[in-house]
């Protein structure tokens, strides 16, 4: 009985802390605002759902972006912060509270994504569809939903209003997550076996089904066994450490973050409140605007904590959405990233690149030239679409192009969509980096690897000190592998560009580049 108590406490504070809302609690308050519910995704036959809380009106507001906690493996959009829904009820906000996958089905690369891409549909459609304003959105949520909110920081473009990020944390892979939590040893250690029978019947879970299993064993025996960070994310942090760093916010902090407001308590003993001020540190050193509300003396979820300063708490987190809702829009952003975007790919339509294409060492010689046509808006993403033409102008291939702080990636090839979009460079370049990822195009599923270096070349349109992404492609199950190398300068864009593909080689080098206006 006792056991089954402190895991039930445990949920409660996972899923919410002090401020937990039942969807029930919020169909009962009397002030008119209504709720619908939304698909913004499938996934195979699983629909992942967004609830839309609004005053019953079709005038385009403001929203808060709630993304629920749950240690990445439980909860749902249905518990809501009665503190956020009276918020928007007296501000005339929208609400948005979106459902992801749950590891262990899902991996952590796959609710990124999600979130990704709840993001983007809240773009695409916020004005029409939901009457929202895409441009005013403040992201917030706890624990575990604080942590996807840093993340929403560095993943969504353009970047939200401001973020405010219950007793979350910025890293996926310290000590406090990769070894045996000495409070949850404290309770009866959970069996293994007993463990794992919570988990797996589903392909796909969202926190939804109404068959899902209490999952709260699960938890605690990866937290009792240091095993979260290995059967949440899908990597080893062991012998994989660098795969993580793409998905710990407190590593990848620009001047660019949005402005944050960091809420915990000191005597947390699920995320330690050394998290947060980590968190902190890092926005100072970029001077990202941030506040750290630090509330002695309360645990995981603020419990525990003093009521008044508790109260403070709220209070401070509520009139930060408030303000940075209310406000108008903030100077433009500080262009450097942006240039350094454009320094690596230059960004204009007309641009030309014209490349002497050799096969397999001089048996074939060809003339290519690869023309930015256009900008295009795909998706509610602005896309450049590349051209690849004979001298004769006859279109040999197309591709669709985006260009962010974080990178050049293609989404498109021959109109194929790339799902998620492969990342051919990653900004700003970082000589030894790597990164891998399972991408999927036309039906077929791809593996692929990626590894930054730097180095001089000589082409036909003169020498470049360049850095280089060597990618390797395989294909399964036919095992086809391709390995491409891109040497990027600053500048100009690729000067070359190498392709095995299952035993032909292509050799592109730059001959001349034009410009575009």
């Known amino acids: 009985m006792a056991m ?25 308050d009397k002030v008119s605002f209504s709720t619908k519910t939304h698909a913004y995704k499938t996934v195979g036959d699983v629909k992942l759902l967004a609830d839309v809380h609004r005053p019953d009106d079709a005038v385009v507001r403001p929203a808060v972006v709630y993304i629920h906690g749950g240690a990445l493996i439980m909860g749902n959009r249905l518990a809501v912060p009665r503190q956020l829904i009276d918020l928007c009820k007296k501000e005339g906000f929208a609400l948005v509270s979106i459902d992801y996958r749950l590891a262990p089905e899902a991996k952590l690369p796959d609710i990124i994504a999600d979130v990704e891409d709840a993001f983007r549909w809240l773009r695409d459609q916020g004005p029409k569809l939901l009457a929202i304003d895409p441009d005013r959105m403040v992201v917030t949520g706890g624990s575990a939903g604080g942590y996807l909110t840093l993340m929403t920081g560095i993943k969504v473009q353009p970047r939200p209003r401001a973020l405010v990020a219950y007793w979350g944390y910025g890293d996926v892979d310290g000590d406090w997550y990769v070894k045996p939590s000495e409070h ?3 309770q009866k250690l959970v069996d293994k076996e007993d463990a794992f029978k919570q988990v797996g019947q589903l392909k796909v879970v969202t ?12 938890y605690l025996y990866l937290r009792q066994n240091g095993l979260w960070t290995k059967e949440v994310t899908g990597f080893n942090p062991d012998t994989e450490p660098t795969k993580l760093d793409p998905y710990c916010p407190v590593r990848n902090v620009t001047s660019r973050f949005p402005p944050t407001m960091l809420v915990h308590g000191t005597e947390d003993t699920d995320v330690p409140y050394e998290l947060s001020a980590a968190m902190a540190k890092a926005l100072a050193r970029h001077k990202v605007p941030h506040e750290l509300v630090t509330v002695k003396g309360a645990g995981h979820g603020l419990a525990g904590g003093d009521k008044k300063l508790v109260e403070e708490a709220h209070d401070k987190a509520v009139a930060f959405i408030r303000s940075h809702l209310t406000s108008q829009p903030q100077p433009t952003e500080k262009p450097e990233p942006k240039k350094v975007s454009r320094d690596f790919f230059p960004y204009k339509t007309g641009a030309k690149w014209y490349y002497n294409v050799d096969v397999n060492f001089g048996q074939k010689h060809l003339h290519i030239i690869q023309h930015l046509a256009k900008i295009e808006s795909i998706d509610g993403v602005k896309l450049a679409r590349m051209e690849s033409t004979l001298p004769n102008g006859v279109v040999t291939a197309n591709e669709h192009l985006g260009v962010t702080d974080r990178g050049l990636f293609r989404h498109r090839f021959n109109g194929m969509e790339i799902e998620p979009p492969l990342c051919l460079f990653k900004l700003p370049p970082r000589i030894g980096e790597t990164w891998e990822m399972d991408a999927k195009s036309g039906g077929k599923q791809m593996k692929v690897k990626a590894v930054v270096g730097r180095e001089r070349v000589r082409v036909p349109a003169g020498k470049f000190t360049c850095f280089t992404c060597k990618i390797d492609t395989e294909i399964p199950p036919s095992e086809v592998r391709v390995t491409t190398i891109f040497w990027f300068a600053p500048g100009v864009g690729i000067v070359k560009q190498a392709a095995d593909v299952g035993g032909v080689l292509m050799v592109y080098e730059l001959e001349k580049f034009e410009p575009g206006k």
């Open 4 to 28: 089954t108590f402190r895991i039930a406490a445990t949920l409660c504070l996972l899923l919410g802390g002090t401020f937990l809302l039942s969807g029930t609690a919020l169909a009962q």
């Open 207 to 218: 926190g939804s089904e109404k068959e899902l299993k209490e999952r709260g064993q699960f």
């Open 184 to 186: 949850y040893r404290k």
